[in-house]
């Protein structure tokens, strides 16, 4: 007599949170294997999942199971620490002679046509700067209503998806259209007087890692802004779609060797892409920043139509 093999719903989550819990290990070698790397982005889907099915398996009474799950579950919760955890410094505030400045980063999508939503989240968020990638000629030709309130620019329109701009209120003292790394793509750097001080805003975008070679490409651009970013002598500011999420071990590196900090750190997880998928949901448009300057808000914004969600950052240069 055969048998058939039944499928209940505690068996599936059994092998579906094995599985995560394979995945959560394998994020870990993502320095062996660029695509190890894509197991490392969803920390938190990782822990939600297990630990949603901790409850049932304790009712099942696999406790073997939930307390593999447990552990796995905590596992990626410390990888999500960082952004969840209340910062430890004080509460910072600006004093009334301090200057401050709103930064808009903004993945538009080069297919993207929805301009009036560009367009309304500028009036609504008036930034004094604004990083623009995916940039094209089509776009740059109906941000020219804005000339009057951002007179000052750097450009780098392409058709592909590596355009790039930097709108700004107040002049540039020197701009520059840079390529860091050997893809060839343009970053645009400035530097920005405030008051005596010197700031020097990075607006970037390397490849997304889609295969070895692009993996290696983007490596090596977040390799060599990792070095300007150590050797500027002045406060720095980075803002771009990195294409890479918190918990890569590529991003860890670019924070060591850069000495800049998340400025999502206590703030959530803040994710940024892509739009209108949810449960894929991860933070790959980045604000970082060096000591001088310190973080006053961050915040996501609304849709652009555009695949990503806009960053939007306050900040001020700390006191001397």
Same mark, same amino acid.
């Given at each position: 007599?055969?048998?058939?093999?039944?499928?209940?719903?505690?068996?599936?989550?059994?092998?579906?949170?094995? !599985?995560?819990?394979?995945?959560?290990? #394998?994020?870990?070698?993502?320095?062996?294997?660029?695509?190890?790397?894509?197991?490392? *982005?969803? %920390?938190? &889907?990782?822990?939600?999942?297990?630990?949603?099915?901790?409850? !049932?398996?304790?009712? %099942?009474?696999?406790?073997?199971?939930?307390?593999?799950?447990?552990?796995?579950?905590?596992?990626?919760?410390?990888?999500?620490?960082?952004?969840?955890?209340?910062?430890? $410094?004080?509460? +910072? *505030?600006?004093?009334?002679? &301090?200057?401050?400045?709103?930064?808009?980063?903004? /993945?538009?999508?080069?297919? /993207?046509?929805?301009?009036?939503?560009?367009?309304?989240?500028?009036?609504?968020?008036?930034?004094?700067?604004?990083?623009?990638?995916?940039?094209?000629?089509? !776009?740059?030709?109906?941000?020219? $209503?804005?000339?009057?309130?951002?007179?000052?620019?750097?450009?780098?329109? %392409?058709?592909?998806?590596?355009? #790039?701009?930097?709108?700004?209120?107040?002049?540039?003292?020197?701009?520059? #259209?840079? =390529?860091?790394?050997?893809?060839?793509?343009?970053?645009?750097?400035?530097? #920005?007087? +405030?008051?005596?001080?010197?700031?020097?805003?990075?607006?970037? *975008?390397?490849?997304?890692?889609?295969?070895?070679?692009?993996? =290696? /490409? @983007?490596?090596?651009?977040?390799?060599?802004?990792?070095?300007?970013? @150590?050797?500027?002598? *002045?406060?720095?500011?980075?803002?771009?779609?990195? /294409? +890479?999420?918190?918990?890569?071990?590529?991003?860890?590196? !670019?924070?060591?060797?850069?000495?800049?900090?998340?400025?999502?750190?206590?703030?959530?997880?803040?994710?940024?892409?892509?739009?209108?998928?949810?449960?894929?949901?991860?933070?790959?448009?980045?604000?970082?920043?060096?000591?001088?300057?310190?973080?006053?808000?961050?915040?996501?914004?609304?849709?652009?139509?555009?695949?990503?969600?806009?960053?939007?950052?306050?900040?001020?240069?700390? @006191?001397?």
């Amino acid at each position: 007599m055969q048998t058939t093999g039944r499928i209940t719903l505690t068996g599936l989550l059994t092998t579906s949170g094995a !599985l995560i819990c394979a995945a959560s290990l #394998i994020g870990f070698g993502g320095q062996i294997w660029w695509v190890f790397e894509l197991a490392s *982005h969803f %920390r938190p &889907q990782y822990a939600l999942t297990l630990g949603l099915c901790l409850p !049932l398996l304790l009712y %099942r009474r696999r406790y073997r199971w939930a307390a593999v799950f447990g552990a796995f579950a905590v596992l990626n919760a410390m990888c999500l620490a960082p952004r969840l955890l209340p910062l430890a $410094e004080a509460a +910072v *505030h600006p004093g009334a002679d &301090q200057a401050t400045f709103r930064v808009l980063l903004a /993945n538009v999508n080069a297919a /993207n046509r929805d301009y009036p939503k560009m367009r309304r989240a500028i009036l609504k968020y008036e930034p004094d700067f604004i990083v623009l990638l995916e940039v094209t000629p089509w !776009l740059l030709e109906r941000l020219t $209503e804005f000339d009057g309130r951002y007179p000052h620019r750097a450009v780098a329109p %392409r058709e592909d998806n590596f355009g #790039i701009a930097l709108l700004g209120r107040q002049p540039f003292l020197r701009t520059e #259209i840079m =390529q860091f790394g050997v893809a060839g793509l343009p970053s645009i750097t400035a530097e #920005i007087a +405030v008051g005596e001080r010197r700031l020097i805003l990075v607006g970037t *975008h390397p490849l997304p890692p889609v295969s070895a070679e692009a993996a =290696q /490409n @983007r490596n090596e651009q977040l390799a060599a802004l990792a070095l300007f970013a @150590r050797q500027a002598r *002045h406060p720095l500011l980075l803002l771009g779609d990195l /294409n +890479v999420s918190p918990w890569s071990p590529y991003f860890a590196r !670019l924070l060591t060797d850069s000495g800049l900090r998340d400025s999502a750190d206590g703030r959530g997880i803040l994710p940024s892409w892509p739009v209108g998928l949810a449960p894929l949901w991860i933070p790959i448009d980045h604000a970082l920043y060096s000591d001088g300057v310190e973080i006053l808000r961050r915040e996501t914004g609304p849709t652009l139509g555009s695949d990503h969600y806009p960053v939007i950052v306050d900040f001020h240069l700390a @006191r001397s």
